[in-house]
């Protein structure tokens, strides 16, 4: 993958938390380690509930979230070498992203893009959706409309998880834009409503708002060297194949089945909350083939009334 170098860097898109110092426990009470990455067992046993690349929207006792700013981010990423810098690199992907749904949003579905903030935090941070831990991974909070994420994370993802390509952290990001882009199409909300109604099929449904997150990171990816910085700059001049195989790699190593068997357990359909590996990556490769977004559609007809 390329970077314009002459894209502007845009941090006015990023919370930056870092070095606020966050806030102890877990999202919704989860018993999640307080000194954040805490290894694969317990990453597991998230990810089964909702952790890895998802929705978090067991708010607990809910709260307000902390905020931050971009001063120093914005300081670091105007520099000569801001493009080998991992948070500002990830910063572009996040202007891109959000370039792509601004257009793209509007229209395939008829509906205004509202930007949403990405959150970068160390350890722990308080959101909406209550405190969470970097053990918990990337996520989207419905309740704040923020997508949050300790950039640590890239290391579980490549050193434990076995997805050390760059792409992978693009794809992370497209996901959880994903996420709130289901949230803005009132998709989220009914998901949820449709799972108190029928509470035997909760996990099913999850898959099925996940597999639509992976998808909708595909069609970026697609239109990706479409997206510009707003003054005709493209953000990113290339990706080659070998970016979308790591994206593939990276959703073959968080399915369901992959992390269960990762874990040292079997298999169980019923825990699986996110998809399977192939399913994953069926769905990422329909979103990149197609390049619509109305093509990402894993609701069966009236799921969802």
Avoid at 161 to 169: R, S
Avoid at 177 to 190: A, K, P
Avoid at 278 to 290: P, V
């Amino acid at each position: 993958m390329e970077l314009n170098e002459n894209a502007r860097i845009d941090t006015s898109q990023i919370d930056d938390q870092r070095s606020a110092g966050g806030a102890g426990g877990g999202i919704g009470g989860l018993p999640i380690g307080g000194g954040g990455l805490t290894g694969i067992v317990v990453a597991v046993l998230i990810a089964l509930v909702g952790g890895y690349f998802g929705v978090n929207n067991l708010a607990g006792d809910g709260g307000s979230a902390t905020t931050g700013g971009d001063t120093q981010l914005a300081q670091k990423c105007s520099q000569s070498d801001a493009r080998e810098q991992l948070d500002c690199r990830n910063v572009l992907f996040v202007n891109s992203i959000q370039d792509y749904w601004a257009d793209a949003l509007p229209a395939n579905f008829g509906e205004p893009y509202k930007p949403a903030k990405t959150v970068l935090f160390s350890k722990a941070v308080r959101t909406g959706c209550g405190n969470a831990d970097s053990g918990v991974g990337p996520f989207y909070c419905p309740a704040d409309d923020r997508v949050y994420i300790d950039l640590t994370f890239y290391r579980v993802l490549a050193d434990q998880l076995g997805a050390p390509g760059e792409f992978a952290q693009p794809y992370v990001l497209a996901h959880e834009y994903g996420h709130h882009v289901q949230d803005l199409l009132g998709t989220e909300e009914s998901m949820r409503r449709a799972q108190q109604r029928d509470p035997d099929n909760a996990n099913e449904l999850s898959v099925k708002l996940e597999l639509q997150a992976d998808c909708y990171a595909g069609a970026w990816a697609k239109n990706a060297t479409g997206t510009d910085d707003g003054s005709g700059q493209k953000i990113i001049k290339s990706i080659s194949k070998q970016d979308i195989q790591e994206g593939l790699d990276t959703a073959a190593k968080i399915g369901d089945d992959a992390l269960q068997q990762r874990g040292g357990g079997g298999i169980n359909p019923a825990e699986f909350t996110h998809g399977t590996s192939a399913q994953r990556q069926e769905w990422f490769s329909t979103g990149y083939e197609s390049g619509s977004p109305k093509d990402c559609d894993t609701f069966a007809t009236g799921a969802l009334n």
